[in-house]
């Protein structure tokens, strides 16, 4: 069974930055796309980032364009998510999703599997 393992959140000021890494462990993992979500207190679980397992697809929410990049090492079965320019409004619990198979990977309804999540508190 696979699991995510989502690690480099904690405590920023606004304007700074962070780097999260999910790691994948487990039987043989070969995703059709990994990506993050977050989910701040009181909130639905929203959309962050995508990024397909072979080739360059990424998608970005709109809230997010500009200031965070998603990237993958494939053979570290790794996703990143650099975070820039960081605002109190992207204080949120990140979680780390992966996608076994073709489907529309900015739902969480279409989600295969999730990460524990990884706490970001951006301070004002």
């Known amino acids: 069974q696979v699991q995510l393992v989502e690690s480099g959140g904690g405590l920023v000021q606004a304007g700074g930055s962070l780097r999260l890494s999910c790691a994948a462990s487990?039987?043989?993992?070969?995703?059709?796309?990994m990506g993050w979500f977050r989910q701040a207190p009181g909130k639905d679980r929203e959309f962050v980032a995508t990024i397909k397992w072979s080739g360059n697809l990424t998608v970005y929410a709109d809230s997010v364009k500009g200031r965070i990049t998603i990237s993958r090492d494939n053979a570290k079965n790794t996703v990143y998510l650099q975070m820039n320019t960081l605002k109190p409004e992207d204080t949120a619990v990140y979680f780390c999703a992966a996608w076994t198979e073709p489907k529309i990977m900015v739902l969480t309804t279409t989600v295969d599997v999730w990460g524990q999540g990884t706490q970001v508190t951006v301070s004002s």
């Open positions: 487990g039987r043989t993992f070969s995703p059709y796309g």
